[in-house]
């Protein structure tokens, strides 16, 4: 997309080192707390390449904004336009309108967005209030997969254009004008390998890019804009998804080996229904009767083997994104040896045949990786596990709960790797991945 200049939405990820690297080669940053601000420009970028897209802003984020001159920001409501009039009239005040994509992974139209019957009132209170209305915004969804949505997007974004400099302030027609395209370029997660992914070749990205460009070439052509146009884009997952990996180390472990239960009474015990109805006089006296519906069989429930493993991080810190964003992680296990330095992939499946259930940290039952691999090598304490492609939205929803580190506040660390070639090898796709299709969330009400 020739016309679009991409603004990095820090909330993704905002790592350092990531940001640096983004700013080094020119990006523009999408930024939503005053904290983002001030992070983006502590590396040296200038204040022009930031827009501050969140159209309810707190006091502390209008002081930012005021203190450090950001040119636009985002609204969508009468009521922000007078926050922004009593707090920072100088800003450049970009409309939000609401253009949801059907099909993306999560939709924004709920909470932000303008309906088209809201569009005139809207720039009408912006003149009234005396501020500048310099531009029309809009997200279709993050994770979005219609090409269509953004055309749909851009043809109201026009009509946003035409009302304001025809019917509210005709002198728009001499000052620069801004079209933000919003995010939801991206990918996701593969549904059956668990991959993290950034989409290219005839797929739906490179399809958004040919249905925005057209649009922009026919609805934004520059000749109708002597005062400029700008286009920008807010690419969250696209620039962020593979580019971060999470290393855990196997912390704890425990074999259940099968139960066999042979005694008739303790049997009827485990697999009777407790009636509602009946008093604890009524169960204990049919207990004690020894009677049954199946009196003459002797019972035999068998619990089935598993082994649990539990790691250094889980739900409430990096794989968050089971819960967020639907995430099916896949691992790679391997082992160190210190004495030497070197690491080796663990293949080796051990005495253990059994389901294995992989926990977090936490004292949480629900802080779950993966329930129930069915193929899983047999792990020691002090083992490893590699969680490839996972950047986006993991590390920015992670918690330090329970006392347990997951964030940088909590001392968790980073360390970058330079690599001229992230293509994947063939000795990368003949790795031994642990994966299940089924979230563990999902089969948690299995789970014995």
């Known amino acids: 997309m020739p016309r679009v200049k991409p603004h990095f939405a820090v909330k993704c990820f905002p790592d350092v080192g990531v940001l640096a690297t983004l700013a080094n080669l020119g990006a523009g940053f999408d930024c939503a707390s005053a904290r983002e601000v001030q992070q983006v420009l502590g590396l040296g970028v200038e204040v ?3 827009i501050f897209a969140n159209p309810c802003k707190r006091s502390v984020d209008m002081a930012t904004i005021a203190e450090h001159h950001v040119r636009h920001t985002t609204f969508d409501s009468p009521f922000e336009l007078e926050k922004l009039a009593a707090r920072c009239p100088g800003v450049g005040c970009v409309l939000r309108i609401r253009a949801d994509d059907p099909t993306a992974r999560m ?8 309906a088209a019957n809201e569009y005139l009132p809207l720039l009408k209170h912006a003149h009234t209030l005396g501020l500048r209305v310099t531009g029309v915004s809009f997200h279709v969804g993050s994770g979005a997969g219609s090409p269509a949505a953004y055309k749909h997007a851009l043809a109201a974004a026009r009509l946003v254009w035409d009302l304001y400099s025809r019917q509210v302030e005709p002198a728009a027609l001499v000052q620069s004008w801004l079209v933000d395209i919003g995010g939801g370029l991206t990918g996701g997660f ?15 990205p490179d399809a958004v890019a040919w249905a925005v460009n057209d649009a922009l070439d026919e609805l934004f052509p520059e000749t109708d804009f002597p005062g400029g146009l700008s286009c920008i884009s807010e690419p969250g997952r696209y620039l962020a998804e593979c580019s971060s990996h999470i290393v855990t180390r196997v912390i704890g472990k425990r074999e259940r080996l099968p139960i066999n239960i042979q005694a008739p009474e303790l049997a009827a015990a485990a697999t009777e229904p407790v009636d509602g109805n ?16 199946e009196e003459s069989e002797e019972k035999n429930v068998d619990s089935g083997g598993e082994v649990h493993y539990y790691i250094s991080d889980g739900l409430y810190g990096g794989f968050n ?14 082992r160190v040896n210190f004495a030497t330095g070197c690491a080796a992939v663990i293949t080796e499946s051990g005495p253990i045949n059994a389901p294995a259930t992989i926990f977090g940290p936490t004292c949480d039952s629900l802080d779950m990786v993966f329930c129930k691999l069915d193929h899983c090598p047999n792990l020691q304490v002090g083992d490893w596990l590699l969680f490839p492609a996972c950047g986006a939205y993991t590390q920015a929803g992670a918690t330090d709960f329970n006392g347990i580190p997951s964030t940088f506040g909590g001392g968790v660390r980073n360390f970058y790797v330079r690599a001229a070639d992230h293509a994947v090898s063939q000795i990368d796709l003949a790795l031994p991945v642990l994966f299940n299709p089924v979230g563990p969330v999902s089969v948690k009400k299995n789970f014995a």
Do not use: H, M
């Open 48 to 50: 022009q390449r930031i």
């Open 107 to 114: 939709p924004f139209g709920t909470k932000y967005g303008a």
């Open 190 to 204: 593969d549904e059956q390998t668990g991959d993290a992914f950034v989409q290219v070749g005839d797929s739906a």
């Open 278 to 293: 009946s008093s604890c006089e009524e169960v204990e006296e049919k207990k004690n009767s020894g009677s049954s519906d």
């Open 321 to 334: 994104a089971i819960v967020y964003d639907g995430w099916l992680p896949k691992a790679i296990p391997f």
